[in-house]
DNA sequence: CTGAGATCCTGTCTGC
DNA sequence: TGCAGACAGGATCTCA
C-alpha cells in the first residue's frame, strides 16, 4: 500500500482522534518489523493525543510526554472501528481504544512497525530521514545537489528514504515518466532542466494523489474504509505492454534495485 | 563514505 | 484441482 499520498490520507482519515484520551492500547501480535517495545501500553495508556501528523511514511500521534511512530510497511493499514464492535479480523495486531471507537491496526505480512518515543526526531527510524518533497525547500537546486556524483539509477535515488522520503516504488515510476527521464539514467547524469522537471512531476503527481485519496492497487482503504482512486490515473505502473499515453510505444517492464519498474523506453531517456 | 544484494512475512496469481 | 514458484506498494542490515 503505503507510500506518501496513502500515510497522508490515512493520517486525515484518523485527525479526528486529536485531542481525544488514548484509554489503552491492547497487543495482540508484538511481532512487527521490530517487536513492539514492552512498556508501549504503560506509557500511552490514558493519554490526551495532542497532535496526529505525518513525517516521511511514519505516522506520528504525539502524547503529553511520549509520541506513538506508526510504519505501515508494505501491508499494514489502519482501520476505525466502533469499540463496541467486537469483531476482528485476520492480521489485526494492535488496538488503540478511546471511549466510542478504536484504531485497529492490521497487517498481513508485518513489515510494518510501531514505536514509543520520548524524542521523535531523535529517534534513530527519522533523524537520519530525508526531505520532505512537498516542502519548499525540494526544488531543483536542492535535487541536483543530491544527484551530484551519484552511481544511483535515478529512481534508486528518488527512493531512498534517507535523500528524499515519501517517494515509493509507484510514484518514483509515475513521476520519471512525466519527466521523461528513463529510470536507468545515472543520478550523476542528471541535468539541472531535469532536476526542475523531475521535482515538478514529483511535487505534482504526491499532491494529486493525496488528493485522490492515494492508489488503491490491491487494497489499500484509507481508515475510514473509503478506496483510493489514484489507480485510475497511472500512466505506467503496471501497465507492461500497453500503449504508452504520449507516443504510443509499449511500456516496458523491468527490474530496477530488485523492484519492479515501469517506463517507456521510447520517450523516457 | 557508497552501493549491491539478502532478508523479514503472508497471500495471491500464474503456469504446468 | 494441486502445487511450485514468482511476485507484491518497504527499508534495514551486511558485506565488498
Redesign the pocket.
Known amino acids: ?3 506518501l499520498p ?1 500515510v497522508e490520507t490515512t493520517v486525515r482519515a484518523i485527525s479526528s482522534f486529536k485531542n481525544k484520551k488514548l484509554e489503552k492500547v491492547i497487543i495482540h501480535n508484538r ?1 512487527l ?1 521490530w517487536k513492539i517495545e514492552k512498556d508501549l501500553e504503560d506509557l500511552s495508556a490514558n493519554k490526551k493525543i495532542l497532535n496526529i501528523s505525518r513525517r ?3 505516522i506520528l500521534m504525539q502524547l503529553s510526554d511520549h509520541c506513538l511512530m506508526i ?5 499494514g493499514k489502519l482501520r476505525i472501528q466502533k469499540r463496541k464492535d467486537n469483531f476482528f479480523k ?2 489485526d495486531h494492535v488496538e488503540f481504544i478511546f471511549k466510542n471507537e478504536k484504531i485497529i491496526f492490521n497487517d ?4 510494518g512497525s510501531i514505536h514509543i518515543t520520548k524524542d521523535v526526531n531523535k529517534h ?2 527519522i533523524e ?2 530525508g526531505i520532505e518533497p512537498l516542502s519548499k525547500n525540494f526544488n531543483k537546486n536542492y535535487l541536483y545537489k543530491l544527484c551530484n ?5 535515478i529512481k ?2 528518488i ?4 535523500k528524499i ?8 515510476s509515475e513521476s520519471l515518466f512525466i519527466s521523461s527521464i528513463s529510470p536507468l539514467r545515472k ?2 547524469k542528471i541535468k539541472l532542466e531535469d532536476c526542475d522537471k523531475l521535482v515538478k512531476a514529483i511535487k505534482k503527481i504526491l499532491r494529486y494523489a493525496i488528493k485522490m485519496g ?7 482503504y484509507s481508515a475510514d474504509g473509503s478506496e ?1 482512486y489514484f489507480k485510475l490515473k497511472l500512466n505506467v ?2 501497465l507492461e505492454n500497453e500503449a504508452c499515453k504520449r507516443c504510443g510505444q509499449k511500456i516496458k ?1 523491468i ?1 530496477v ?4 519498474t515501469f517506463y517507456c523506453s521510447s520517450c523516457q531517456s
Do not use: C, W
Open positions: 500500500m503505503p507510500e496513502e511481532n518489523r516521511a511514511k511514519y510504519h505501515l510497511g508494505m501491508s485476520k492480521h498481513v505480512r508485518r513489515f534513530p527510524l537520519n530521514l556524483h551519484s552511481d544511483l539509477d534508486k535515488l527512493m531512498d528514504q534517507k522520503v515519501g517517494v515509493g516504488n509507484i510514484y518514483a543520478a550523476k492515494g492508489t488503491t492497487l490491491r487494497d489499500f483510493g505502473y503496471g517492464k527490474v534495485g530488485q523492484r519492479s
